[in-house]
């Protein structure tokens, strides 16, 4: 019952995820692509969470689909590029190249994925429920890994710096 | 384990569900019949000049990153902040003052933005 | 229970699309949409990782993408205006100034 529940509900995730991901690539308009995007993000946080990752389930939601993509969208907007899509965009000998060369790339992957773990992880662990809490998350985050912390803080202080630097021009 | 989250997918697809039901079943059950003057932007009053996809400004823009940096401030705070009254004494004080130097390095920035008048509208 | 290569042979496809994105698309937007899905697919074996391991490490290295992730999106979409402001275009076959 539990075997089945989690085979459906990850069958579901992830032909909603790849299709949406395929979606976004091939879309002409960039909202459209957006849109799936965070169509995409969504499946993902739903597989988080059947990896017993409830904090970065919500971390996904609230993050990915409630920060950048609204950045994504606002800059969008902001460009406004409704007249572009016909952006050159045809087919040529250099878009086959780049399919054959991202399946070879997805083959190589799976191989490697299939005969290096095929039988050795069966489960998730038992203590993954208890891992995945902001408890034991902070815990880590504070005591074993500190000084990452305090370089993401200073790489946000970078970026506030880059991107006022960047888009301070059209203040003046 | 997994059977705990069945209630948030009920809750997701009934507000899914309800949702699009509510934008549509007005389109369904009302009567239709448009003319020029109906899908006009305003039915009684000027003529629209341009499109509706008009350009936004920068500022927008940098209120927008100012979120996005803001907002990862708070998750990594929440995880911490959460941790903390576990802690025994020593690592309490540790952990302290991990958090207060990551807050002061992101104020740094806010004051940055404040000097630069990027929050300044007016 | 499901074995660890399911969660993983998803995250190989969704990272040969992002690259397949990266790779056709000529837009700046989009190429930079499918980075942020080829750091997702990372994330979502990172988590499996972790999860299958019963080790919170891996956890902790997907806060630290989500950080890089979203300093690259203010900096990344401000490079992008920035360009399409000094070339009013934002497809890359144009923006070539710095190749030899």
Known sequence: MEWKLELILFVLLSVMAVFSAIMMVTRRSPINSAIFLIINFFASAGIYLLLQAQFIAVIQVLVYMGAIMVLVIFVIMLLNLQDESKLSEQFSYKKLTSLLLSVLLFCLLGFSVFFGFSGKFTSISGEAEKLGTAESLGKELVLAYSVPFEIAGLLLLAAVVGAVVLAKKSFD | MLEGYIPIFIIIFISAAFAFLNINLSSLLGPNRPNKEKLSTYESGMEPIGTAHDRFSIKYYMVAVSFIVFDIEVVFLYPWAVSFLNFPKPEMIYSFVIGLIFIVVLAVGLIYEYKKGVLKWD | ?100
Do not use: C, H, P
Request: negative net charge.
């Open chain 3, 1 to 100: 229970m499901l074995e660890i290569n399911y969660y993983l042979i998803l995250s190989a496809l969704l990272f040969s699309i992002g690259v397949l994105g990266v790779l056709v698309r000529r837009n700046a937007i989009i190429i930079f949409m499918s980075i942020e899905l080829m750091l997702n697919a990372i994330n979502i074996s990172l988590v499996s990782f972790s999860s299958y391991l019963g080790e919170i490490s891996g956890q902790i290295f997907v806060f630290m993408v989500l950080t890089v992730a979203a300093a690259e999106a203010a900096v990344g979409l401000a490079i992008i205006i920035s360009l399409y402001r000094n070339k009013s275009t934002v497809n890359i076959d144009e923006i070539n100034i710095l190749k030899w």
